[in-house]
C-alpha cells in the first residue's frame, strides 16, 4: 500500500493487526527463496490482512507470492494493500486446504488474474520455495464485533471465516445433540465442564433458539463454578475456541494441507506453520516426525537407498515468541511455530 510505514516501524491496529514473528518467519522461508532465485513462489495459506506476504515482497524483489483466504473481507483488503506489487501477487478466495486445485489451475484467481498463469506455471515446474501457514482466527477478525469471534462483545453467534456458506455457531448450539456439543467443547477447547455446558445450552435453547454470543456468555458464567472462573482467563474463551473451530472445520483443513504443502515444495523449500492452541500444533509435529523418519529397517547399518527421508526439520521442537515480541504484539504469545525443508525429490 502505498505510503505505508516501513515494516519495521509497522504498529499494532495498521492495517488491523500486526504480523506475528514477522522476521523469523522471513528468516526461516529466506533459504528457500534465495535457492530458487528468479522463480520463487511462496504460498502464503492464511493471507489475512497481508502483513507477512507484504513485508516478503518487499524483502525479496524477484519473489511472486500465491495468497489464499476463505474471508472475503481480509481477501479485499489484502488485495489492496498488496496492489502495489502488480503481477507479482495473486489472491484466491478459498480455504487453505485446496491449495492443490490452486496450483494446477483449477480454481480462478480472484484478484492479480493476469499474472497467475506464469505464476503457476513456474510453481509447477520448480516447485514452490517456501509456504505460511499462520493458523486459527486472525486479529482482524476478532476486532470485526459482527463476526461473533469475540466473547467480549454481544454480537451475532456467527464465526464462519466464510461467510457465504456453512454453519454458523448458532446453528451448532441450536441443532447439535448433547452428546455433540459436550464433545466438541471437551475435543477443541480442552472444557472441564463440557458436559454441564451441553445440558445448559439443550435446557436453554428450549425457552428460546440462541442468536447472540452476549446470552451465550451469560450462560456460561451461570453454568462453570465460581471458583474456575477465577483462573484459566475468560470462562467463555475454551467454548468460543471450540465452537470456532467446528463451525470452520478447522483441525480438517490443516491434515488435509499438510501433504499437499509438502509435495509441492521444490528442494530446498520450506513450510512454515505458526499455532495458537495444541491441538493444532499435535497435528503439525506429528506430521512432521513422520516425514523426517528414515523408511530404512532398523538395525542395518546403512542408509538403504532410496529409503533416505526427504524433509528436515529446521526448528527444534516448536519455537516460540520472545518476551520482547509479546512486548510489541501480546497476542503474539501462544504462538508456536515449526519448520520443515524438504532435502530430496521423489
Known amino acids: ?20 514473528l514477522l522476521h523469523r518467519v522471513t528468516d526461516l522461508l529466506r533459504p528457500g527463496i534465495e535457492a530458487l532465485g528468479d ?59 485446496s491449495l ?12 492479480g488474474g493476469s499474472g497467475a498463469e506464469d505464476i503457476l506455471a513456474r510453481a509447477a515446474e520448480k516447485g514452490i520455495a517456501g509456504a505460511l501457514f499462520d493458523l486459527g482466527v486472525s486479529s482482524m477478525q476478532l476486532d470485526q464485533v459482527n463476526r461473533g469471534f469475540a466473547y467480549r462483545v454481544d454480537a451475532p453467534l456467527d464465526m464462519r471465516m466464510d461467510a457465504s456458506q456453512g454453519i454458523t455457531a448458532a446453528d451448532v448450539l441450536n441443532t ?13 477447547g480442552d472444557e472441564r465442564f463440557a458436559g454441564k455446558i451441553a445440558s445448559a445450552v439443550l435446557r436453554e435453547r428450549e425457552k428460546e433458539p440462541f442468536t447472540t ?19 484459566g482467563g475468560h470462562p467463555a474463551k475454551r467454548t468460543f475456541q471450540a465452537l470456532r473451530i467446528e ?29 495458537y492452541q495444541s ?42 515468541a520472545s518476551a520482547s515480541e509479546i512486548e510489541d504484539n501480546p497476542r503474539a504469545a501462544p504462538v508456536r511455530v515449526r519448520c520443515i525443508e524438504r532435502i530430496r525429490a521423489d
Open 39 to 97: 522463480d520463487a513462489v511462496v504460498v502464503d495459506g492464511t493471507l489475512g490482512a497481508g502483513g507477512h506476504t507484504e513485508y516478503l515482497l518487499e524483502q525479496f524483489p524477484k519473489l511472486c507470492v500465491v495468497g489464499l483466504d476463505r474471508d472475503d473481507n481480509a481477501l479485499r483488503g489484502a488485495e489492496e494493500r498488496l496492489a502495489r506489487f502488480g503481477d507479482r501477487f495473486v489472491s484466491f478466495r478459498v480455504r487453505f486446504d
Open 279 to 320: 491441538l493444532e500444533d499435535r497435528i503439525v509435529k506429528k506430521d512432521f516426525a513422520e516425514r523426517v523418519k528414515s523408511t530404512t529397517p532398523p538395525g542395518l547399518p546403512m542408509e538403504l537407498p532410496g529409503h533416505e527421508p526427504h524433509f528436515a526439520l529446521i526448528t527444534r521442537g516448536a519455537e516460540k
Open 247 to 275: 463451525v470452520n472445520r478447522e483441525l480438517e483443513a490443516l491434515e488435509n494441507v499438510l501433504p499437499q504443502v509438502c509435495n509441492a515444495l521444490a528442494v530446498d523449500g520450506r513450510a512454515v506453520f505458526m499455532s
Open 100 to 111: 492443490a486445485e490452486v496450483l494446477s489451475g483449477e480454481i480462478p484467481a480472484a484478484a
Open 213 to 231: 454470543s452476549g446470552r451465550l456468555v451469560e450462560l456460561l458464567y451461570e453454568t462453570i463454578p465460581a471458583a474456575s472462573r477465577r483462573k
Open 1 to 20: 500500500m502505498n505510503g505505508s510505514a516501513p515494516a519495521d516501524d509497522r504498529k499494532s491496529g495498521e492495517f488491523g493487526h500486526v504480523p506475528v
Open 176 to 188: 447439535y445433540s448433547h452428546g455433540d456439543i459436550a464433545r466438541i467443547l471437551s475435543t477443541y
